[in-house]
């Protein structure tokens, strides 16, 4: 009974560590969902700059510096998920001789909005400061509440907020600079059953932590038409604090969970007066996900220690804009994503796997001061992923377990932007 109460534990924490849903839509557990203006082109050249949005900022904060006086935005994607998990007929027959329910686990995504803000003012021809307000992590699957594998995974639910204010420094007429600093909320909740027969009792996991990162950048103009842009995201240290709550005495406990730094590279090229190419590159260091030890908050006894195997993400972009009239801009972009997620480490509550972006978008300028984005994705798994869970696995809870999952996801962002008035001394974007 113990061991296997320790086994049920290890797998609740386990997400707990991940802060995970498999609806994320930047591979693992992140959010990529931060701009309506880069929905529309996959994200393609975000950390060059460019354009008139400041969303940019969440990638690379030096794109703080093109602002002109005073500026403001406002992001909000809905997010659509679909996610289907087939449970095979071999599990199916073991789950319902053992007295369960031989169910698959249905469409497991939840819809969702996510927002995300943008404020920046220019404070002199050098600097700039600004503010972003996003949600990096989070997302929330569920299940049908009785199913063949709620011993694995019943519901979850995550969420986050991050605030990074920013400091931007213009060096000359191509090179600008920026760094600030990460704010990072998290809280959790996150249950599966304790056995296999219908109206099971949970294992439920609550906690929350604040933890502080820091965020870097710089934009530089090499020739005309053209602004390459790196932005670097550092990890963040959560401490989870929270419980872990079953028939009987609630177990307080706590991990330390290193999430992964970000980088990011943007290429922005004007071919012509109103056509211009983008291209994207991010690298994300899942590896360092390796494993988590979860401790008893009394006396600080290691409870298990969690492998995940986790290999880095990589995200390619790319995309075009062109401008119909002044008023009216066209977006397009494709996008493909190495998920850090393997066959091998794959779970109920991961089945997270390589996938493909097809995006569509565009801007409407009403005045000189108001603008209007709208950015479309369609987000697709080629094929389906394997779910193989077995004795020795970091989620094994005693039950053999196969399963198969196909996920599509479609997002529609719409965007605000505004332009506060006054005289501003101009703003020195580029070099031309």
Same mark, same amino acid.
């Given at each position: 009974?113990?061991?296997?109460?320790?086994?049920?534990?290890?797998?609740?924490?386990?997400?707990?560590?991940?802060?995970?849903?498999?609806?994320?839509?930047?591979?693992?557990?992140?959010?990529?969902?931060?701009?309506?203006?880069?929905?529309?082109?996959?994200?393609?050249?975000?950390?060059?700059?460019?354009?008139?949005?400041?969303?940019?900022?969440?990638?690379?904060?030096?794109?703080?510096?093109?602002?002109?006086?005073?500026?403001?935005?406002?992001?909000?994607?809905?997010?659509?998920?679909?996610?289907?998990?087939?449970?095979?007929?071999?599990?199916? $027959? &073991?789950?319902?001789?053992?007295?369960?329910?031989?169910?698959? @686990?249905? #469409? =497991? !995504?939840?819809?969702?909005?996510? %927002?995300?803000?943008?404020?920046?003012?220019?404070?002199?021809?050098?600097?700039?400061?600004?503010?972003?307000?996003?949600?990096?992590?989070?997302?929330?699957?569920?299940?049908?509440?009785?199913?063949?594998?709620?011993?694995?995974?019943?519901?979850?639910?995550?969420?986050?907020?991050?605030?990074?204010?920013?400091?931007?420094?213009?060096?000359?007429?191509?090179?600008?600079?920026?760094?600030?600093?990460?704010?990072?909320?998290?809280?959790?909740?996150?249950?599966?059953?304790? $056995? &296999?027969?219908?109206?099971?009792?949970?294992?439920?996991?609550? @906690?929350? #932590? =604040? !933890?502080?990162?820091?965020?870097? %950048?710089?934009?530089?103009?090499?020739?005309?038409?053209?602004?390459?842009?790196?932005?670097?995201?550092?990890?963040?240290?959560?401490?989870?604090?929270?419980?872990?709550?079953?028939?009987?005495?609630?177990?307080?406990?706590?991990?330390?969970?290193?999430?992964?730094?970000?980088?990011?590279?943007?290429?922005?090229?004007?071919?012509?007066?109103?056509?211009?190419?983008?291209?994207?590159?991010?690298?994300?260091?899942?590896?360092?996900?390796?494993?988590?030890?979860?401790?008893?908050?009394?006396?600080?006894?290691?409870?298990?220690?969690?492998?995940? @195997?986790?290999?880095? !993400?990589?995200?390619?972009?790319? %995309?075009?804009?062109?401008?119909?009239?002044?008023?009216?801009?066209?977006?397009?972009?494709?996008?493909?994503?190495?998920?850090?997620?393997?066959?091998?480490?794959?779970?109920?509550?991961?089945?997270?796997?390589?996938?493909?972006?097809?995006?569509?978008?565009?801007?409407?300028?009403?005045?000189?001061?108001?603008?209007?984005?709208?950015?479309?994705?369609?987000?697709?798994?080629?094929?389906?992923?394997?779910?193989?869970?077995?004795?020795?696995?970091?989620?094994?809870?005693?039950?053999?377990?196969?399963?198969?999952?196909?996920?599509?996801?479609?997002?529609?962002?719409?965007?605000?932007?505004?332009?506060? %008035?006054?005289?501003?001394?101009?703003?020195?974007?580029?070099?031309?």
């Amino acid at each position: 009974m113990y061991r296997r109460r320790r086994r049920l534990l290890s797998g609740v924490v386990t997400l707990a560590a991940l802060v995970a849903s498999h609806e994320a839509n930047a591979g693992a557990f992140a959010l990529r969902e931060q701009s309506a203006t880069g929905q529309g082109m996959s994200f393609a050249g975000m950390a060059a700059g460019g354009g008139d949005s400041l969303s940019g900022m969440f990638w690379n904060p030096a794109v703080v510096n093109q602002v002109e006086h005073l500026q403001g935005e406002q992001h909000l994607s809905f997010i659509a998920p679909s996610s289907k998990i087939e449970v095979s007929d071999a599990t199916k $027959g &073991l789950v319902g001789a053992l007295g369960g329910t031989p169910r698959d @686990g249905g #469409d =497991i !995504g939840e819809y969702a909005l996510l %927002g995300a803000s943008y404020s920046a003012y220019r404070v002199s021809d050098q600097v700039s400061v600004g503010l972003s307000i996003n949600t990096p992590f989070g997302l929330a699957t569920d299940p049908h509440h009785n199913w063949a594998g709620q011993t694995y995974a019943r519901s979850s639910q995550v969420r986050s907020i991050n605030a990074a204010p920013t400091v931007g420094y213009q060096v000359n007429d191509w090179l600008s600079i920026a760094g600030g600093v990460q704010i990072q909320y998290f809280d959790i909740q996150l249950r599966q059953a304790l $056995g &296999l027969p219908q109206g099971s009792q949970n294992a439920t996991l609550t @906690g929350d #932590d =604040i !933890g502080v990162g820091f965020t870097a %950048g710089m934009t530089i103009a090499p020739v005309e038409g053209t602004s390459v842009g790196v932005g670097f995201r550092s990890s963040i240290e959560h401490k989870l604090k929270g419980n872990l709550s079953v028939p009987g005495p609630n177990v307080k406990i706590k991990a330390e969970v290193d999430l992964p730094e970000q980088v990011t590279i943007g290429l922005r090229q004007r071919v012509t007066e109103d056509l211009t190419l983008l291209a994207g590159g991010e690298w994300t260091n899942w590896s360092r996900l390796d494993s988590v030890a979860v401790k008893a908050r009394t006396g600080g006894a290691t409870v298990t220690t969690l492998p995940f @195997g986790y290999k880095d !993400g990589w995200f390619v972009s790319g %995309g075009a804009e062109y401008r119909f009239t002044p008023a009216l801009t066209g977006r397009a972009g494709v996008a493909y994503e190495w998920s850090p997620i393997t066959d091998k480490v794959r779970s109920n509550r991961l089945p997270d796997d390589d996938r493909w972006w097809l995006s569509a978008g565009g801007s409407y300028n009403h005045s000189d001061r108001l603008a209007f984005d709208l950015g479309y994705s369609y987000i697709f798994v080629p094929g389906k992923s394997k779910i193989d869970i077995k004795a020795g696995d970091p989620d094994f809870v005693g039950l053999p377990y196969s399963a198969k999952s196909k996920s599509e996801v479609h997002i529609v962002s719409a965007a605000v932007r505004y332009k506060f %008035g006054g005289d501003a001394p101009a703003a020195l974007v580029t070099k031309y």
